[in-house]
């Protein structure tokens, strides 16, 4: 294994060191593992939550900081963070509007925070939770775990912060991140496997001549194993399922191309150049667009697309000003 | 040798549970990296060394011991073992709370309110490719065991063998719940790592009791 | 080799189509491999043009826009632009009041960004250019090429490009430019190779337990092969030849940590956690931080370190607003 | 056979140079991996054949051929050896501007002319490792040559030779100009990619002089 630690048993709590380094405008809850704003929330203002397992930088402490999230607890390498963690951050942020979950659809995140709200509420806290599972890779169906979360997570909270900065409340915000989830539709290719830094050796093995359709963020297999195809093809094959699961026309989008931590810029560029005019064909009208490593599985190389059907309030609040590591205009 | 568990018998066994996750370890990682992503060895590890630390000072009854590991292993898990494993052992706890050393049939039935517990976190259905069709299947057996007249040697023997054989009936399952669900057909194949966990976990208590001597 | 390419030959033509369906309000010149800016260049305002290989992703291209570059000409991977290239984007920005030509020193680019200045000049038009030779890894001397250039080029855009976008002249930029340059210095490590789409194979072989030390960003091998390291160790690589070679105290800084395409943000920010207390051991007062892949060498795992000592304008002109793909803040 | 050289004869050097380049692509670019960015072998393919689609149209001089190699490898390279290469030939055509077919001293004159402007351009002394380490002595040795009474064969294959000894003397060196001068003490074991190209340059020139047949 190559890569940037010391001990491979405390990624986690170094990368926090950084991060602090990096970001002295945010706080770091060393013990809880929680990023927070440098301000408390503003009295009156909804405060929203997320989290998740680390290994997807910038997602989720990345995205902390005005206009969109209040507070972020970051769990083990993919592993969601504990009941504790989410609560002490949902805790820190209520101003008393009370408190916006944001969850991506996996067994442990959904448990994890559904314990921390439980846990929040008796502490007097309201909490709304809104679980994101846009993943069109996998089947879903009211007897299995569902859809993963993957992309749309990130501009759900870009949308949903926007409104809460402009003070809406917390029926209203958690009305509108449920919009966006259900308006969003991701999927993702891998190249190749990740590393763990705690297990040392690529989660899978994928030969020289295959990659993986169909993948999440965790370095989990995908759905389908096939032969290393052109950026063409697999621009078809990111596309093509999310338009099919779509059904009726998108129309306005607002689209993500994010890299899963491995794959260089230049890359999901070129790979980029060929998923737009399929969208344009598709009848999906590109409103706005980002391209670069947003939510990353370790060091993964591969690409996740996501479309979210947005209409003109989620263009305008996608505009609004965001000043956070990850994601950052207007301001 | 006595047919009545003690708190120190309790704590010894989850000393036990501890020791056997270290040991297989990489072999549970292996397992979740075949279908989920590779940390749940790491995981389990973390949670019970983390318990067995908070262990240092003796817990006064089974009760405390329960809250203890079941406290300790959700606030310091995470991923979808740590609540399950948490509410598994948090559940235990208050079907203990009246006696003071269970009998066979007590701690029968603090196992199933454990797993009850895991069944109303997680949904999990048997044959959904999960910790509870190693789990299931061992609390049923030890039921059996009370009836046909067992002790906790015998019961805790018969529920080990059937969560090892529950853990095996898992290779050929599609996965319908967890992250192992996400692969569909592809799940198929290969033994789910939280079973892998509950074996050991009921396998450490039958050979800690047997080591009771 | 694995990668999202189409045509291995072809990768320029096809991330730059990428580059414009994901950057619409950037202008693509698609014949001479050009980036500019939406809109013309204000009257009087001083041009910056840049330009260099591709496979630095976002460098330079990705910093075209208000507050930093005018145009970026994009060579090959790896491949210097040809004078006809940087003529074309010359030509193309100049409002009358002089272009700044803003290269990194590798003999490529040298001659080419020459050769161009010389045409431009013929044309009429007036340029400056200021070489970035930064890399400390580097021997330098009368009698060699001299260091190479790498990531002070970038914070160099950015306060330069502010200066320009305030109105001075052409003199006035140049010499803020020389200043930049002389103030930085940069050191890279790398944990892998990185793979040419046109060669196929990494460019170099690397076993499983070594790294190189004091690589550029081009694929080259560094000054040194050694044992991989922890992340604190190679902090200490990286800072220690930094400081070593500033000689005087440095006080207030700009610091960039880049990853080199194919290390994800994680371990970057675990990285920068072992160098933040380094920098201050050595006395640098770090105003300004980056953090992120800002100059890759396509999907090379690695990162470099940059240190601008900088003074009170410099910290001034870097907080200026700037909106472009790769930095953006302030608008 | 003749002692005078045609501007067809330089066309067919120029394309026997662009077959040369393609069919030792990887070759050097295996070089350059080694000491440079694995792009040398990319670089002279990609303008060569620009060159050789611009031959299209007969030019109508050797000044006039030299100057169109020299604007395309000047514009279609890019890297070290475009702004190099584009100058060697763009001072090569200036030099033959009066001579209407040239003759071994003529030509000889225009190769210096060349290897000047190159020296010019680039700063490289002797034994820094680059081109100039197989330009300069090949045309050293033409001017001997001729010194000696050679014709065009004869020169021209003293100036192969030489080149060919100039490129493998570039083995040990140590780079002090170009991309592998980075590597400081590490560049010295490996031959100089530009000096490997620079040999097929005067290996096509003696291998299309002598078919002319
Ligand atoms: N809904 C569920 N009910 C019961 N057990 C589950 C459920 N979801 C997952 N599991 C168990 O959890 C195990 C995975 O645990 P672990 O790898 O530690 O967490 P994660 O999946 O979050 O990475 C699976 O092998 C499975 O046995
Ligand atoms: N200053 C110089 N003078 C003469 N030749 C040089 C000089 N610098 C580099 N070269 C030659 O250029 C060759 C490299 O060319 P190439 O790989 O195409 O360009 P780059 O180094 O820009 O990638 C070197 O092998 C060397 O022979
Ligand atoms: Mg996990
Ligand atoms: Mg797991
Ligand atoms: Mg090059
Ligand atoms: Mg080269």
Known sequence: MKKFVNNPDNVLAEALRGIHAAHPDLRIDTENRVILRGEPTPAGKVALVSGGGSGHEPMHGGFVGRGMLDAAAAGEVFTSPTPDQVLAATQAVDSGAGVLHIVKNYTGDVLNFEMAAELAAAEGVRVESVVVADDVAVTDSTWTAGRRGTGTTVILEKIVGALAEEGADLDAVAALARRVSEAGRSMGVALTSCTVPAVGHPTFELPDDEMEVGVGIHGEPGRSRVKVATAHEIAKMMVDPIVHDFGDPVGSAIVLLSGLGGTPLIEQYLLYGEIAPLLAEAGIDVQRVLVGDYITSLDMAGASLTVVKADDEMLRLWDAPVVTPGLRWGA | ?213
Not at chain 2, 104 to 126: I, M, S, T
């Open chain 2, 1 to 213: 040798m006595s047919d009545v568990v003690s708190t120190d018998d309790l704590v010894a066994w989850i000393r036990a549970f501890r020791d056997a996750v270290q040991q297989h370890r990489d072999e549970l990682t292996a397992l979740d990296s075949a279908i989920g992503d590779a940390d749940h060895g790491s995981n389990m590890a973390r949670g019970l060394d983390a318990v067995v630390a908070k262990l240092e000072t003796s817990p006064a009854s089974a009760a405390e011991l329960f809250k203890t590991v079941g406290m300790t292993l959700v606030s310091s898990v995470g991923g979808a073992s740590g609540p399950l494993y948490g509410t598994f052992f948090l559940r235990m706890g208050p079907a203990l709370a009246d006696t003071d050393g269970a009998d066979a049939a007590a701690l029968g039935a603090a196992l199933r309110a454990g797993v009850d517990g895991v069944v109303a976190r997680g949904k999990a259905e048997p044959g959904d490719k999960t910790m509870i069709d190693a789990l299931g299947p061992a609390v049923a057996a030890w039921d059996d065991a009370v009836a046909a007249g067992a002790d906790v040697e015998a019961a805790s023997a018969a529920a080990a063998e059937a969560a090892a054989k529950g853990r095996d009936a898992t290779e050929p399952l599609v996965a319908r719940k967890g992250r192992a669900s996400y692969l569909g057909e592809r799940s198929a194949g290969h033994i789910d790592p939280g079973a892998a966990s509950s074996a050991l976990l009921l396998e450490t208590l039958r050979d800690s009791l047997a080591a009771r001597g």
